[in-house]
């Protein structure tokens, strides 16, 4: 029985984009994939006609109908002024959870790590890419770094059940909580939490920087990874490359109502139009998204004709290997050549089987009753040149009441004063911390007249965070060598 064509949404993109979109396509279509694209036009182009988001409103009529992208990738112009496209849709479509499986495929493609099998579960809301930057001194910008426990806990639990989903064995956890302790301490914690709920998977948590070394150098002792955004971001490159390519990476986007399809490398502007272009990562996602949209049978036959492929030793540039392959194609040829595969099945690889697609993963996150909340105090950020950790010390002492006391000054996070050390150096940008005794609730009545007091004096404010307990407990960092 015919079924009808689904309608998908297609971004050509910017660089390669256009090459391996059409090599994509043509294998999708030869293939029997039941798929109606609709084209939309995002990216470079678009920036550059003062589109500052890089996509109209057109386009997000399509994806938020179709509720499918398939997108290759776009150019980011460097600098301000511009927000990148692909964290902004990402975030808008609720897309978060990035799946980014790196699979070795020795000994066909030429690499030093010939087992490996690693899922990377990248955040894909949150961390430094909520994109909030500011400069607030001559000297200084700020990147906020935002985490949320619901963000935490959909990742987490979107990993878990991956791995139980698809038979794996371990969950690996890669934060950086032993210096950001309230961000990447949440990452870890609700990571510990969820890890209870599945006592057939091993779990583990690893410092980002030891983890990424592990998994460059011994990635065979990985499997699902799960991590906050950024990290996410550089070891699913790390974790590509190793298996013989950045460009043998797919991705999938997963959100409760959309669905994007990527790969996982960008434009490759240096070798765009040349027939270079690797076109593996963005089909490897569209098998993903086959059997996202209910196709198995297709995503199989053009995994496994890729396989072939790859097992005949028909590869591009960016694989070739003179002791491995047989040939060096570009883009069309390898193109091609898969296409000429379509039906057959590796002989050595392992060949996929998509009978049993895997029902699309939904989490539910589980609502936590509110904390009673209290303000402490505040940390007042001052613009401030004119002198000594000690003179601000002294100036500022004088602004403090019975309500709001002086407990320290740091400059980037050190405590400056009292008691800093002349070796600190120190930029134009301050921090004041005023807090209660022994953190007894204060109103904003108080910290507002408190700045109302420094502003008088000409101090130059640039930011206040206030300090608040959650259930009694102190809810902010020290100062480093408070
Ligand atoms: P890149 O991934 O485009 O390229 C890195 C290296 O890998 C280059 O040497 C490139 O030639 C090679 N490479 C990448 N994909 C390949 C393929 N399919 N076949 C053969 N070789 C391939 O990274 P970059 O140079 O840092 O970024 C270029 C642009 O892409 C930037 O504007 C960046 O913002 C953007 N980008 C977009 C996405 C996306 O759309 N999802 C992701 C990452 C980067």
Request: contains cysteine; proline residues 5%; hydrophobic residues 40%.
């Amino acid at each position: 029985m015919e079924i009808a064509k689904k309608p998908i949404t297609v971004a050509f993109g910017d660089g390669i984009g256009p090459e391996i979109m059409e090599s994509t396509l043509a294998i999708l279509a030869a293939a029997g994939a039941q798929i109606a694209p609709e084209i939309i036009e995002i990216g470079e182009k678009l920036y550059h006609q003062g589109h500052s988001s890089g996509i109209k409103p057109d386009a997000w009529e399509s994806i938020r109908r179709t509720k499918v992208l398939l997108k290759a990738p776009i150019t980011t112009p460097q600098g301000g002024g511009v927000k990148s496209l692909n964290v902004t849709m990402r975030k808008m479509l609720g897309l978060y959870a990035n799946v980014r499986p790196c699979v070795s495929y020795a000994p066909f493609v030429f690499t030093k790590h010939p087992v490996m099998d690693v899922v990377i579960v990248r955040e894909n809301e949150e961390d430094l890419y909520a994109g909030i930057e500011h400069q607030q001194t001559d000297d200084v910008v700020q990147c906020l770094k935002l985490i949320s426990r619901p963000g935490c806990e959909k990742i987490v639990r979107y990993a878990f059940e991956y791995a139980h989903q698809y038979g794996r064995k371990k969950v690996t956890c890669l934060t950086k909580d032993n210096i950001m302790k309230m961000t990447d301490g949440l990452f870890r914690k609700v990571f510990e939490e969820v890890a209870l709920e599945y006592p057939h998977i091993e779990s583990e948590h690893w410092i980002i920087d030891i983890g990424t070394a592990m998994l460059a150098d011994t990635p065979e002792k990985f499997d699902v990874i799960v991590t906050p955004n950024l990290y996410g971001d550089i070891i699913s490159d790390v974790a590509a490359q190793i298996t013989g390519s950045v460009g043998i990476a797919g991705s999938a986007n997963i959100g409760e109502q959309c669905a994007m399809f990527e790969a996982i490398h960008g434009s490759a502007p240096k070798i765009a139009g040349l027939d270079k272009a690797n076109p593996s990562g963005l089909l490897l996602a569209a098998v993903q998204m086959l059997i996202h949209i209910d196709q198995p049978t297709v995503a199989e036959k053009i995994h496994n004709a890729w396989l072939a492929t790859l097992e005949e030793g028909l590869h591009t540039t960016d694989i070739y290997h003179v002791d491995i392959s047989k040939r060096e194609l570009g883009t069309k040829a390898f193109t091609e050549e898969v296409i000429r595969n379509l039906g057959k099945k590796p002989v050595h690889l392992k060949a996929v089987s998509y009978a049993n697609a895997h029902k699309p993963i939904t989490i539910k996150v589980k609502e936590k009753p509110k904390a009673q909340k209290a303000t402490v105090g505040v940390d007042i950020f001052l613009h401030w040149k004119e002198g000594s950790p000690n003179t601000l010390g002294k100036a500022i002492e004088p602004m403090a009441n019975d309500a709001l006391h002086l407990s320290m000054i740091t400059n980037r996070g050190i405590k400056v004063y009292p008691d800093g050390l002349p070796e600190t150096f120190c930029t134009d940008h301050w921090r004041c911390r005023f807090t209660t005794d022994n953190f007894k609730p204060t109103s904003y009545q108080e910290i507002l007249a408190l700045m109302e007091r420094m502003t008088k004096q000409g101090f130059d404010i640039v930011k206040t965070e206030n300090l608040c307990t959650f259930d009694g407990k102190p809810a902010f960092s020290l100062g480093q060598g408070q």
